[in-house]
């Protein structure tokens, strides 16, 4: 009986938590500059919704924009307290580094779109590591309006 939990443990997939992955704000800004639009500066709002949106797809094993409670990022973002007259979210699954997952985002049109948008001024990015790959959450949004 007492091999029963510590076998279960070792089922359960390994995950950690790292919050802005270095060199994240660095690229983002280097690409939107090779595109002539302005720099974005961390939101610890904006943060925390990637933060937990990254954490709860790792912990609950699923992959989507949509949460398991069936949230959207506009309602993670509000519910962080953060008030966007624009918000958009790039998400990314396995990739090993921040240059990797920013290299395969500019690669896709959708996500390079969202990566290069004019109206946002502001981001939050988490990396939520796990067996069976990475998450990425990537939250660009605009205050206000």
């Known amino acids: 009986m007492?091999?029963?939990?510590?076998?279960?443990?070792?089922?359960i997939p390994t995950l950690t938590f790292a919050a802005q992955p270095p060199r994240?704000?660095?690229?983002?800004n280097s690409i939107r500059a090779n595109a002539g639009r302005a720099?974005?500066?961390?939101?610890?709002?904006?943060?925390?919704?990637?933060?937990?949106?990254?954490?709860?797809?790792?912990?609950?094993?699923y992959f989507s924009h949509k949460g398991r409670n069936g949230s959207r990022v506009g309602m993670r973002v509000k519910a962080q307290g953060y008030r966007f007259c624009t918000v958009a979210e790039n998400i990314a699954l396995g990739q090993r580094s921040v240059d990797q997952v920013m290299r395969e985002w500019f690669a896709s049109p959708g996500h390079r779109q969202n990566m290069l948008a004019g109206k946002v001024t502001q981001y939050g990015m988490a990396r939520a590591?796990?067996?069976?790959?990475?998450?990425?959450?990537?939250?660009?949004?605009r205050p206000g309006c």
């Open 2 to 11: 007492r091999l029963l939990p510590a076998l279960a443990l070792m089922l």
């Open 24 to 28: 994240a704000e660095e690229m983002l």
């Open 39 to 61: 720099e974005l500066s961390l939101s610890p709002r904006l943060q925390a919704a990637a933060e937990s949106h990254a954490a709860d797809m790792a912990r609950r094993n």
């Open 129 to 141: 590591r796990r067996d069976g790959g990475d998450i990425w959450v990537l939250v660009l949004a």
